[in-house]
């Protein structure tokens, strides 16, 4: 083994980084606690890494005061045991000892394959000057999982497929200030945020063909159940699960009520406790594969009478797994927005009163303070449209004392009143 980790060492020093597409998420390199890097599968963790191994080199860290290894790579995933863990430092520091009394950055990616890893970080943290990140799928590196493994020594990034605005850097399309100059430039956005919603996010699939791209978002969608979920809590009975995802699938932005769906495939005839079910969507959330949002109340008790709204990480896999939703505008735009303020750490909520108007979403910061409340809407040119959107929104300032609210639309861009305006989705997204 010394030797295989004394060749993945030279193998790292010769690599030459790939170009990649910048992400706006970032790393603090705190002392004493490790960068955790999670979310769903495919969504860019490793090239991440990348990216901020680029960035120490850009600011005068030499590479041999960086260590990338990979515990997917074949010669440790089936040679590696948790005795081999100190075999890393050993040969390190064999080929560089100047950096014993420097500080060194050290990335392990998908380190959660070995069983005892979080002794061997733990130990590095207290007798080591290195600055740990790591990386895993989440179908063994959770946050919570995380949090308990490093006792509270840890902080978490996480990375999601391709934001619009990184589309847009993707593209050479530069903002100012977040502002849009020029027609040429307004067109082009509108372009290619058209087939944002329509594609998705993710990396490897930005310019494949629709019959493979389809076919590899479908695949992406079954590694995470069987990977993540299945081999994960030993789920025999899969018809239930898949018909959970069908149905969120087909349904994004709705209300998720598990007793209504455990009805259902009750009279279906399919084998599933109802607890089961309630067991189904938590591990499908913790696998970032959907978001669940809750009702707004301070009643716990108003809170349970109304389920929550589920939404799906990106429209790719909505439009490779829904025949349904692809002439859903409106649903792939509702999905589309909340990520966006998934994206940006918000508590979001949605809101219905006692009359049955509703917010699709109420953001707030962490701290509780109210930021916006939102409405998502395909199309305004209806006034009874209009006014059932006015109407909910009027509902949520006006019962949390907000001070404005927001229509986004496709297209339109409208002044509607002192405190609420209609908002273009592009535009929105890269004023947000």
């Not at 045991?81 to 390190?92: A, K, P």
């Not at 495939?265 to 959330?285: G, V």
């Not at 009478?305 to 790719?316: E, F, R, S, T, W």
């Not at 589309?336 to 998934?342: E, K, S």
Request: glycine share 4%; aromatic share 12%.
């Amino acid at each position: 083994m010394n030797e295989i980790i004394s060749i993945l060492i030279d193998d790292f020093q010769q690599f030459n980084l790939p170009e990649v597409v910048e992400r706006s998420e970032s790393l603090p390199f705190l002392t004493n606690k490790v960068d955790v890097i999670t979310g769903m599968r495919r969504a860019g963790k490793t090239w991440f890494c990348y990216q901020k191994i680029k960035e120490l080199e850009k600011n005068n860290v030499l590479r041999n005061r960086i260590l990338y290894l990979n515990f997917e790579d074949d010669r440790l995933q089936y040679n590696f045991n948790i005795s081999d863990f100190s075999l890393i430092l050993e040969e390190y520091y064999k080929k560089f000892p100047f950096n014993k009394d420097c500080e060194c950055y050290f990335f392990f990616d998908e380190i959660h394959n070995i069983e005892g890893w979080d002794k061997f970080i733990r130990r590095i943290l207290d007798s080591e000057k290195i600055k740990i990140t790591i990386t895993g799928s989440n179908s063994k590196l959770l946050s919570r999982e995380i949090s308990t493994s490093l006792r509270g020594r840890s902080i978490t990034t996480e990375i999601f497929p391709f934001s619009f605005t990184e589309v847009l850097h993707k593209n050479n399309i530069k903002l100012e200030n977040n502002k849009v100059l020029g027609s040429k430039n307004i067109a082009l956005i509108r372009n290619l945020f058209d087939s944002y919603n329509t594609i998705g996010g993710f990396p490897e699939i930005q310019n494949y063909l629709e019959n493979i791209r389809i076919e590899v978002l479908q695949g992406y969608v079954e590694t995470v159940l069987f990977r993540d979920v299945v081999e994960r809590y030993q789920i025999k009975n899969l018809n239930p699960l898949h018909y959970l995802i069908n149905h969120i699938m087909n349904n994004p932005g709705t209300i998720l009520s598990l007793t209504s769906l455990y009805k259902k495939i009750k009279n279906l005839h399919i084998k599933c406790s109802q607890d089961s079910l309630y067991d189904f969507a938590r591990y499908l959330e913790e696998a970032y594969l959907v978001y669940k949002v809750p009702f707004l109340s301070n009643s716990m008790h108003k809170k349970q009478l109304n389920p929550p709204k589920v939404y799906v990480i990106d429209n790719g896999l909505l439009q490779a797994m829904s025949f349904k939703v692809t002439s859903d505008i409106g649903a792939l735009l509702e999905n589309l927005v909340f990520m966006h303020l998934r994206r940006k750490k918000y508590i979001i909520e949605y809101y219905k009163n006692s009359d049955g108007f509703e917010v699709d979403f109420v953001v707030r910061k962490k701290n509780g303070e109210f930021i916006d409340f939102i409405q998502v809407c395909h199309d305004i040119s209806n006034e009874k449209t209009l006014f059932r959107e006015i109407r909910g929104l009027e509902a949520g300032i006006n019962s949390f004392n907000g001070k404005s609210g927001k229509i986004i639309t496709s297209n339109t861009s409208l002044v509607l009143s002192k405190n609420i305006e209609a908002v273009p989705v592009w535009k929105w997204i890269i004023q947000n």
